[in-house]
Nanobody, 121 residues
Framework: QVQLVESGGGLVQAEGSLGLSCAAS????????MGWYRQAPGKQRELVAT???????NYADSVKGRFTISRDNAKNTVYLQMNSLKPEDTAVYYC???????????????WGQGTQVTVSS
């Protein structure tokens, strides 16, 4: 099995910054896309940002200009730097990775357990 472990969540005041990290481990041949999703109370899970192994990035409109996603392919790690945080950014943030296992040609989506980010007014 593949494991994704997030870290870096916590409590921060509005306009502050916070950095998240997610490391994938296990029987991994390669990882295509990695990214971050979030889910606030009473809302559906939504995409925050994604990054391919080649370096292409995409962001939700609500976080453009404030969040930055980056990857270290050698460490199977993805980061999310969050600046100018707003109370509406409060949510559980989940790491996701599309993983290719050894002796396969398909990719499987794996999810982390989530880390809480709370932004106070």
């Amino acid at each position: 099995q593949v494991q994704l472990v997030e870290s870096g969540g916590g409590l921060v005041q509005a306009e502050g910054s916070l950095g998240l990290s997610c490391a994938a481990s296990g029987s991994i041949f390669g990882i295509n896309a990695m990214g971050w999703y979030r889910q606030a109370p009473g809302k559906q899970r939504e995409l925050v940002a994604t990054a391919t192994s080649a370096g292409t990035t995409n962001y939700a409109d609500s976080v453009k200009g404030r969040f930055t996603i980056s990857r270290d392919n050698a460490k199977n790690t993805v980061y999310l730097q969050m600046n100018s945080l707003k109370p509406e950014d409060t949510a559980v943030y989940y790491c996701a990775a599309d993983v290719r296992k050894y002796l396969t040609t398909t990719f499987i989506r794996y999810w982390g357990q989530g880390t809480q980010v709370t932004v106070s007014s």
